[in-house]
């Protein structure tokens, strides 16, 4: 399986990326970036495993969610025959699924 990243998701997960770098001291800024970029390739890593027979998300109807390592993030994405697509990384709390329902076009 193939996974591609949406312009629109890696500008979510470049968003996420600033707001861990700039954790004080600047040391663990970037230790949190590296934990992030870490969990992230995993996530990728199983979404091309095993992840395309997670159960669809309750509100928005084609799309999966994984939750990003231990941070407050779920990287939701699609998956389509052999290939899948990161539509958007969000942050668990935020009021995610009408804005990623219309980034889809539902």
Known sequence: MAVATERSARADLRAVLRYYSNVPPP??????????????????RGIQA???????????????????????????????????????????RSDYPERVARRLGR
């Open 27 to 44: 040391s663990e800024g970037q230790r949190l970036v590296g934990l992030v970029l870490e969990n992230y390739a995993e996530v990728m």
């Open 50 to 92: 095993v992840l395309a027979k997670r159960p669809e998300h309750p509100r928005i109807p084609g799309v999966r969610r994984v939750r990003l390592g231990r941070f407050p993030y779920f990287i939701l994405y699609t998956v389509h025959g052999d290939d899948a697509a990161v539509v958007a990384v969000v942050h668990v």
